[in-house]
């Protein structure tokens, strides 16, 4: 039956196949094989007296190449992406350089006042100098000045071959130089596009350090015996996983791997949505106006005790951190906040148009339990519990400013319409709002006087 309805309904075609991300994960898996043992190994080729596993910060990153390149590769030379129209690019142009080299020099004009505003911003704001910020800032020095230089043959390269070269850096070029054939719109994309990977790119290099350490050390051996251990080992795991995918995703917005920005939320609710969650903005931290954590535990707290519930309260929060984890791999090389780089409708997609928002805010509800506090106060159970759906009502807010900025491209009107006709979870929503709806109206319905 399921398979007829499939068939007359068919699932619209993901931009990202599975195997890419497959393809990242297991070079992820063996950068941690090769990290948790890089003394042993560095022995074994006749380098003796490195340390004995790779746990620092600069190996975190080489651990993005890692992930990053299967990717890369395979979605070249299997998937054959940079021959998607979705590109722009056409390979048989081969237009001189002579040709191009006009737009070339106002676009690169464009993409380095860009590059010089974003650092400016870095240098003034003083947040970016404290904490773990200062790896994401020690990381773009060094990479300044390599990128410069590379990027003028890069883009008379990609010039050559371009549709349409005059993008949005093209255009905010063309404005600096005084000339009259710039378009707004086309400037303010260009902006908003650089404003995310600007914003997020540094948030995920900062924390990118932070769980390749813990998980390159952790001691599986020892967490196995205990429910507990065990559970928080694997939910580190999955956000590890979540990171180096994020962050590559950020890294690589380049056309010819068609993992370019299409096109940037352009709505102001959908900024404010997502910036609550992140910091300097982040609204949930400790002592933040969203602190939903005021007098609570976790879960591992109150179930103290209860081995058999500790079990199997930890598979529920491993198995939702493995589904957000599962919902960045999914994206492959294209990860990103805010954007726009080609409709998803694979993985956990054919589920739910908001996977990752579903199971991060599931996992908050069952760690923290807000409904149970330690201080035994009343307010600080409503309180928290109050709090926390506040938090959840974000995310529904962010999810609804996504899919209004998505929704004009047909590609994801397609995707949402099949989504709403056979995705389990957008039905099971339906129809618990025709379930609710139904007895609303039941419960209005006149009743006569006896």
């Known amino acids: 039956m399921k398979k007829r309805l499939e068939s007359a309904d068919p699932k619209p075609v993901s931009a990202v196949s599975t195997a890419v991300g497959l393809c990242g994960l297991a070079g992820l898996v063996l950068a941690v094989v090769i990290a948790r043992n890089f003394g042993a190994i560095m022995d074994a080729i006749g380098i003796p007296g490195l340390p004995a596993l790779a746990d620092g910060p600069y190996s975190a990153m080489v651990a993005l190449v890692f992930c990053g390149l299967p990717?890369?590769?395979?979605?070249?030379?299997?998937?054959?992406?940079?021959l998607r129209p979705s590109t722009g690019i056409d390979w048989s142009l081969k237009r001189p350089v002579a040709d191009v080299l006009d737009t070339s020099i106002v676009k690169i004009a464009g993409l380095w006042a860009t590059w010089a505003v974003i650092a400016s911003i870095y240098a003034l704001c003083r947040f970016y100098w404290d904490g773990n910020y200062?790896?994401?800032?020690?990381?773009?020095?060094?990479?300044?000045?390599?990128?410069?230089?590379?990027?003028a043959p890069y883009v008379v390269w990609l010039d050559?071959?371009?549709?349409?070269?005059?993008?949005?850096?093209?255009?905010?070029?063309?404005?600096?130089a005084g000339r009259a054939d710039w378009e707004r719109e086309e400037i303010f994309h260009h902006i908003r596009?650089?404003?995310?990977?600007?914003f997020f790119l540094a948030f995920m290099i900062s924390i990118v350090p932070g769980g390749w350490h813990n998980i390159v050390n952790m001691n599986f051996a020892e967490v196995v015996t205990n429910p507990v251990w065990l559970a928080n080992a694997l939910i580190t795991a999955m956000f590890l996983v979540d990171v180096q995918f994020a962050t590559v995703g950020y890294m690589l917005t380049m056309?010819?791997?068609?993992?370019?920005?299409?096109?940037?939320?352009?709505?102001?609710?959908?900024?404010?949505?997502?910036?609550?969650?992140?910091?300097?903005f982040i609204l949930m931290n400790?002592?933040?106006?969203?602190?939903?954590?005021?007098?609570?535990?976790?879960?591992?707290?109150?179930?103290?005790?209860?081995?058999?519930?500790?079990?199997?309260?930890?598979?529920?929060?491993?198995?939702?951190?493995?589904?957000?984890?599962?919902?960045?791999?999914?994206?492959?090389?294209r990860f990103s906040n805010l954007t726009h780089r080609g409709i998803l409708t694979h993985g956990p997609y054919a589920w739910s148009k908001h996977p990752a928002y579903l199971s991060k805010n599931a996992y908050w509800w069952l760690a923290t339990l807000p409904f149970l506090v330690?201080?035994?106060?009343t307010a600080d159970m409503i309180r928290n519990t109050a709090i926390l759906a506040l938090v959840s009502g974000i995310y529904y807010w962010r999810a609804r400013t996504e899919e209004k900025h998505l929704m004009p491209d047909p590609a994801y009107a397609e995707y949402a319409a099949w989504m709403d006709g056979n995705a389990m979870i957008p039905r099971f929503f339906a129809g618990l709002r025709g379930l609710v709806g139904n007895r609303l109206r039941k419960g209005g319905d006149v009743q006569p006087a006896e």
């Open 71 to 82: 990717m890369v590769l395979w979605s070249l030379l299997v998937d054959k992406v940079h």
């Open 160 to 176: 050559r071959y371009l549709v349409t070269p005059r993008d949005g850096a093209w255009h905010l070029g063309a404005w600096i």
């Open 255 to 280: 056309k010819p791997l068609d993992a370019h920005i299409r096109t940037a939320n352009p709505y102001l609710a959908g900024w404010v949505a997502a910036l609550m969650c992140y910091p300097p």
């Open 286 to 333: 400790n002592g933040g106006p969203l602190d939903y954590h005021i007098g609570t535990s976790d879960w591992a707290y109150w179930f103290e005790g209860q081995t058999a519930l500790l079990w199997f309260w930890g598979a529920i929060l491993v198995a939702l951190t493995g589904i957000y984890a599962w919902a960045t791999v999914a994206f492959g090389l």
């Open 374 to 377: 330690t201080t035994g106060s």
């Open 134 to 151: 200062l790896f994401s800032m020690e990381m773009f020095q060094a990479a300044a000045i390599p990128l410069v230089i590379l990027s």
């Open 193 to 198: 596009a650089w404003t995310v990977k600007g």
